[in-house]
């Protein structure tokens, strides 16, 4: 079995929890980016993924506490939206150095327990 560190995992979390914030359109939501499940304009909200998501991962959220599988889940479901948002034009740049496919890449050998010593 690889052997992930958590704070390893926690770190990932930085670029994506950014990236997302950037990606939402908070200026729109009248509750600041806090998903609320009893209300409606939450739950048919078209951010309501993202904003979940970074409910779930904010900073304030004791990532410590999280087991190393929750972590893993939630980073990719980070993964799946930063790719989604990605032109095929990275995709298809094996060393596309952009900030996004290093963090992709990042995770993906993270995940693998192969994180090369630097
Ligand atoms: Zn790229």
Redesign the pocket.
């Known amino acids: 079995m690889a052997n992930i560190s958590k704070t390893d995992l926690i770190q990932l979390f930085e670029f994506p929890r950014k990236r997302i914030l950037q990606s939402m359109e908070v200026t729109h939501c009248p509750h600041a980016v806090f998903y609320n499940h009893s209300d409606e304009q939450c739950i048919t909200c078209h951010q309501g993924e993202e904003c979940l998501w970074m409910n779930h991962n904010d900073e304030l959220v004791s990532m410590e506490d999280k087991s190393i599988d929750d972590l893993k889940q939630q980073l990719l479901v980070a993964v799946d939206f930063v790719d989604s948002s990605?032109t095929p034009h990275?995709l298809s740049?094996r060393n596309?150095q952009?900030d996004?496919?290093v963090w992709l890449r990042k995770v993906q050998q993270t995940l693998q327990g192969e994180l090369p010593k630097e």
């Open positions: 990605l990275h740049r596309c952009c996004n496919c």
